[in-house]
């Protein structure tokens, strides 16, 4: 495990999975995603940990989204194969056997709002902010996002999302359906362990049970995802979309 990039502190039966990249607002490229796929799999081989809560490093970002520098430059069939890569991960987290908190401070967009969503509950803090930017660089969410919006909030909303482009905050998103509690931007990480408590003194194993239970019903469907990828894979050779990504890494390097 990397802990340059990835850090835990322990709170009790509650353990913080912290994403340490607060000078790129914690966007994910694979360094990343290995290392907190590798925190994830520590915390669930914890038998002290009840609870998992998933956070970003600083006061601007939860995650903001892939490293686009990850992708640009992908032929169709890398970027097929890098949006699956995306989705397993995801998928992992979703189905991780123990409850998973996304601690939302700031930004949660595009690839950070997948994550977040992949967690079984959300506590935002007041300045927090939503979105899937990436239809403004003529692509679309490919790790998932649009299967998850859809099996998280109203069809309606989570179409504007996606189709939009735009950036919603916690209290937008409130009658989403998505979040679980809205607090003070001063005291999220300590509402956010008290709501952790509302899980983490349950028997582990009826826990476990009852999450796997739930992940039967009203999940992102394998086929969906598999169709997300492919869709993905094919808009992201074409011209719009490379000039949209060539602008904004020229952007990014000035």
């Not at 939503?130 to 998280?152: D, K, N, V």
Request: glycine content about 8%; some cysteine; charged content about 20%.
């Amino acid at each position: 495990m990397n802990e340059e990039l990835v850090g835990m502190q322990q709170h009790g039966a509650v353990r913080i999975v912290s994403i340490q990249r607060a000078a790129k607002l914690n966007s994910l490229n694979h360094d990343v995603v290995g290392a907190l796929d590798a925190a994830l799999s520590a915390a669930v081989d914890d038998p002290d940990t009840r609870v998992i809560i998933l956070a970003g490093a600083g006061e601007k970002a939860f995650v903001a989204g892939m490293d686009v520098e990850d992708i640009a430059g992908a032929d169709a069939v890398q970027a097929f194969r890098a949006m699956q890569k995306g989705q397993d991960f995801f998928r992992r987290v979703a189905r991780l056997p123990k409850p998973t908190i996304a601690m939302v401070q700031g930004y949660a967009l595009g690839g950070g709002f997948e994550l977040a969503l992949s967690c079984d509950f959300i506590v935002a803090g007041e300045k927090a902010r939503f979105g899937f930017p990436e239809i403004t660089l003529a692509t679309f969410a490919g790790w998932g996002g649009t299967q998850l919006a859809m099996a998280r909030m109203h069809p309606a909303f989570a179409r504007e999302m996606l189709l939009s482009g735009s950036h919603y905050t916690a209290e937008q998103c409130r009658h989403f359906g998505f979040i679980n509690r809205i607090v003070p931007q001063d005291s999220l990480q300590s509402d956010t362990l008290a709501f952790a408590a509302l899980f983490a003194d349950k028997d582990p194993v009826a826990l476990e049970f009852a999450k796997t239970a739930t992940l039967s019903a009203g999940s992102a469907s394998d086929t969906g995802m598999l169709v997300e990828a492919g869709l993905y894979a094919i808009n992201f050779v074409q011209p719009p979309a490379r000039a949209a990504f060539e602008n904004f890494l020229a952007a990014r390097r000035r």
